[in-house]
């Protein structure tokens, strides 16, 4: 299926005019974290090409999140960041001389039509909505796993069958048709901003610089500066192995059943453990992977032929094919019992958990390929020390994902910032009992 208002890879797509505002909602596990990490990498090129890819960190999560009010963590989290986030993004794209600006973080798919409405209203009126899609049958398991890598519980095979079953009595993952609803969320960000103003990306593994591609020229920048990064498996956010994830996700049910916090998850488990999984170890040839049963991969390829057509009746701009989101997929007659777990996955995964426990991060103060070096160095601290206040300082933590909240609180108390400004609502109350402590040692450390 080639949309007649479909884009083929051979052509050049027509470059957004000069003052858009490109925002670019995901969907998650569509190459999101490749193309932001290729723009924060490249943020003074990209200006020098007049593009504004605006704040310090990799992507807009923080920002993003705060416009939408949504917290960053599991149900009840207090983690929430302050709407002052969101404006310093705004603020910079409204000042930036840039002809075109980038604003990129797949939880923007989320939103409702108020919510999608509060970022046109905040952007203005030449905003344009980028949307990147996948097969949806392909990302079920990459899916499955990346809420295992923020704390999920439930095992694959049950969460396929609520999943692709009946959707009025899905209790499990609630976020998940709303950020994998294809044709609903392309429908509802046209609704919002209109036809002409919204793309659909198609990520298709035929065609792995399709996207890329597709940004550069929106962009009206040249070929190739997007390009792919050389990076470890943390940076490129690999996807875990069935017996990896099935580690994780029995850590999980721990943290969980002992009651402890989304901030202490984040610390311990995303940036220690699995952050260590991920850049350290490589899955065998023959380790199972997150395929899909015979049986659902039917239903869920004809779920998303239904999709496909649904987006063509839109008739907004498709670059790629829409064939490509109902494209065959791996199968297995039936998923494998793991009921063992390799040696050296659990070894890793100790000792990401002790570095991060010794607020070292999760590789004993190195950082991983493809992440700038962010061990709490007094050179380091004296860095943030002089970044511009304590969210700006939040910035600069979550962009590494390398240093602990008590640095993040010694920074905060040396540099004498408002824990009001900072990263979440409740840092108060977690910091508050740790600063008498760290006010004499932050000062001995720093230059």
Not at 85 to 108: N, T
Not at 181 to 191: C, F, M, T
Request: proline share 5%.
């Amino acid at each position: 299926m080639t949309a007649e208002h479909a884009t083929p890879l051979t052509q050049r797509v027509e470059p957004l005019p000069d003052g858009a505002r490109l925002l670019h909602i995901g969907i998650p596990k569509t190459g999101t974290t490749s193309l932001q990490r290729s723009a924060a990498a490249r943020r003074q090129q990209l200006l020098e090409h007049g593009v504004c890819y605006p704040g310090k960190s990799l992507n807009h999560r923080e920002a993003v999140s705060a416009l939408m009010d949504r917290s960053l963590g599991w149900k009840n989290s207090e983690s929430t960041p302050a709407f002052q986030i969101w404006k310093r993004i705004e603020d910079e794209v409204k000042a930036s001389r840039a002809p075109r600006s980038l604003i990129s973080h797949e939880f923007a798919c989320e939103s409702t039509d108020e919510q999608a409405r509060r970022f046109i209203e905040a952007l203005g009126p030449n905003t344009h909505v980028v949307i990147t899609l996948r097969g949806f049958a392909d990302l079920l398991g990459s899916s499955w796993q990346q809420y295992v890598k923020a704390g999920y519980r439930s095992g694959y095979r049950s969460w396929l069958l609520q999943i692709l079953g009946d959707r009025e009595k899905l209790h499990t993952t609630p976020t998940f048709y709303k950020r994998n609803d294809q044709a609903a969320i392309v429908q509802r960000w046209i609704r919002v901003a209109g036809v002409d103003n919204v793309t659909v990306v198609i990520a298709d593994k035929r065609k792995r610089d399709q996207l890329i591609t597709a940004f550069e020229d929106l962009l009206a920048i040249p070929r190739g500066l997007l390009g792919e990064l050389s990076t470890g498996g943390y940076a490129a956010n690999r996807s875990l192995s069935m017996p990896e994830a099935e580690l994780v996700r029995r850590v999980n049910r721990v943290f969980r059943e002992q009651g402890m916090t989304w901030d202490r998850y984040s610390d311990l488990m995303r940036h220690g453990l699995i952050a260590r999984l991920q850049e350290n170890r490589t899955p065998a040839p023959d380790e199972p992977m997150l395929t899909l049963p015979e049986r659902l991969a039917k239903k869920a390829l004809a779920q998303a032929r239904e999709y496909a057509e649904a987006i063509d009746a839109t008739g907004c701009r498709v670059i790629g094919d829409l064939s490509a989101l109902s494209a065959p997929v791996p199968t297995v007659p039936r998923l494998p019992s793991i009921t063992q777990i390799p040696a050296d996955a659990v070894y890793e995964a100790i000792s990401g958990l002790l570095s991060a426990e010794d607020g070292r991060g999760a590789f004993f103060d190195q950082p991983p390929e493809g992440v700038q070096g962010a061990s709490s160095s007094p050179a380091y601290l004296r860095k943030l020390y002089e970044s511009d206040g304590g969210a700006e300082v939040a910035s600069a933590i979550r962009a590494t994902r390398h240093l602990d909240d008590r640095t993040l609180a010694a920074v905060a108390v040396y540099r004498g910032v408002s824990t009001a400004d900072l990263r979440t609502k409740d840092y108060r109350r977690r910091a508050g009992a740790m600063i008498k402590g760290l006010r004499k040692a932050v000062r001995s450390r720093l230059p």
